[in-house]
């Protein structure tokens, strides 16, 4: 049953469309030409994704500025230059780049990789001698049709686990539409540049922007014993609160302790989460139910599954028919876990009193939600959040001490103490 979650070759590997959800063909690219991969046969090889970003159809306020937004006209003649922090790492990876919800054809010239001055996240240098460059099916060059994804040709680059990696694309003629897809809550800094600037070791005159553009994921060559966690969530878990190109997400936290340890070393850490994303109807981007067969079962290698997501839903419409409606969900997504043989761990829904969410009876569905949790014994286990940092002289409000002030969203302390609950045991 497992071999079915790990993708063996890019045949293997399915699509999704963002305005439905369901299966749709993708632009897989074939082998490379000789001389530019060497003689593996991809159908062997173990992929695992190590990092994805949850897509979604950019908002206005989250398009490049100008002069990279004109009308209908996205990053023409421009170089995008972007980082990603990989969790587990290897000596041979590969790109997934959609248009799930682009209006338009997207037409990637040429991309790279490269490793960024300083290994840090976030900037828009890179290590002179360390770029090699990406290809689709040999080709320097690759269309990808609106509401589809690319899989790059597998390379060959060594990235050590936790540490980041840049990725530059060229956009000779951008994109014919105001609908891009996107991750908006990058917590990381991207770079734009007019003309060809791939190989240039340092951007000159860049426009930095906390998005990420146009990535999904990337998968690496693993041994049998590296596999995912995905965490489905909303802002909690994107990581609204924490520190730009800082990597101090609560995803992140767990992924470091979990990397200084012989037993997880080989755990991936995939953030599947989205700001103002809602499990139900409204919020920004795919709700979770529609988007959970792309994101929790799409990627390779996935044994685990953490849902930390109801927030937005409960502070919306918190009556017990909304708390009613969370518990069909969460047995939803256990019930397609289970039949694709990831186990399924379930995060209480933490305070939000003081916030605009605290009215009526949203707090009671809270409550509700969370007693379920508890409970029910529906979750293979329970990672009690909500205990981990409520305030204990007011347990329907934050501690005070992991307050970003809105009541809401953690700090980076705050985040930690999410970490920090979460056995080691649950990924043995």
Known sequence: M???????????????????VGTASMVVAPSAAAGILPAADPAAERWVATWTSMQQLTEPSNMPPAPYTQGNQVMVDTTLRQTVRVSVGGQRFRLHLSNVF???????????????????????GIQSGT??????????????????????????????????????????????????????GSRTTSYLVKGNHLQDASLSGATGVDHWYFLSCLDVVASESTSAVVMLGDSLTDGRGSTTNGND??????????????????????????????????????????RFDRDVLGPSGVKWLIVFEGVNDLGSTGSPQTANALISAYQTFITKAHAAGIKAY?????????????????????????SWIRTSNTFDAVLDFDQAVRDPANARRIRPAYDTGDHLHLNPAGYQALADSIPDTLFH
């Open 2 to 20: 497992r071999s079915r979650r790990f993708s063996l070759g890019l045949a293997a590997v399915t699509a999704v469309t963002a305005a439905t």
């Open 102 to 124: 682009g209006g338009a054809a997207l037409p990637i010239t040429a991309a790279s990789v490269a490793l960024p001055a300083g290994g840090k996240t976030g900037v828009s």
């Open 131 to 184: 770029t090699k460059p990406v290809t689709f099916g040999g080709q320097a060059s690759v269309t990808i049709p609106a509401g589809k994804e690319t899989i790059a040709d597998p390379l060959d680059f060594t990235v050590a686990s936790g540490s980041n990696l840049t990725v530059t694309l060229y956009l000779a003629k951008g994109q014919a539409s105001s609908n891009i897809t996107s991750h908006p």
């Open 249 to 290: 997400r609560w995803p992140d936290k767990l992924f470091d302790r979990l990397q200084r340890q012989s037993a997880t070393a080989t755990v991936a850490v995939l953030n599947q989460a989205a700001g103002g994303n809602a499990v139900l109807s409204g919020g920004l981007g795919p709700t979770a139910l529609s």
């Open 346 to 370: 379930g995060a209480t829904i933490t305070p939000f009193g003081g916030n605009g969410y605290d009215v009526g009876t949203h707090e009671a569905a809270r409550q509700t939600v969370n």
